[in-house]
């Protein structure tokens, strides 16, 4: 049974930091492109980040230089450390698992694998 289990969502003004941890149990976790979705309140689901098996990384434009993902493999764990949050960051956060994650300049909508997601919210 595949599982991916978020935690480390929150509130926090903007401006502040937040880290997402995502562990992965049921699937050969280093044999997976491994990341993150988010989709916020009158918006589509979009990908922010993701790290394939062999360590490439997408990012989307809008976090950029805010966000950083990075994989613990021997933790079957994937992590989003978010700086320099904006309202606009307000979401659920989703933690997502494919072989195929990274599609160029895009991510891969149809993940195989989802995980239950996680509440971000920027606010003052």
């Known amino acids: 049974q595949v599982e991916l289990v978020e935690s480390g969502g929150g509130m926090v003004q903007p401006g502040g930091s937040l880290r997402l941890s995502c562990i992965g149990s049921?699937?050969?976790?280093?044999?997976?492109?491994v990341g993150w979705f988010r989709q916020g309140p009158g918006y589509e689901r979009e990908g922010v980040a993701g790290?394939?098996?062999?360590?490439?990384?997408y990012y989307a434009d809008s976090v950029k230089g805010r966000f950083t993902i990075s994989r613990d493999n021997a933790k079957n764990t994937v992590y989003l450390q978010m700086n320099s949050l904006k309202p606009e960051d307000t979401a659920v956060y989703y933690c997502?698992?494919?072989?195929?994650?990274?599609?160029?300049?895009?991510?891969?909508?149809?993940?195989?694998?989802w995980g239950q997601g996680t509440q971000v919210t920027v606010s003052s």
């Open positions: 790290i394939s098996d062999s360590g490439v990384t």
């Open positions: 997502v698992g494919d072989r195929a994650l990274i599609l160029g300049r895009t991510m891969n909508i149809r993940a195989d694998f």
């Open positions: 049921g699937f050969t976790f280093d044999k997976y492109g």
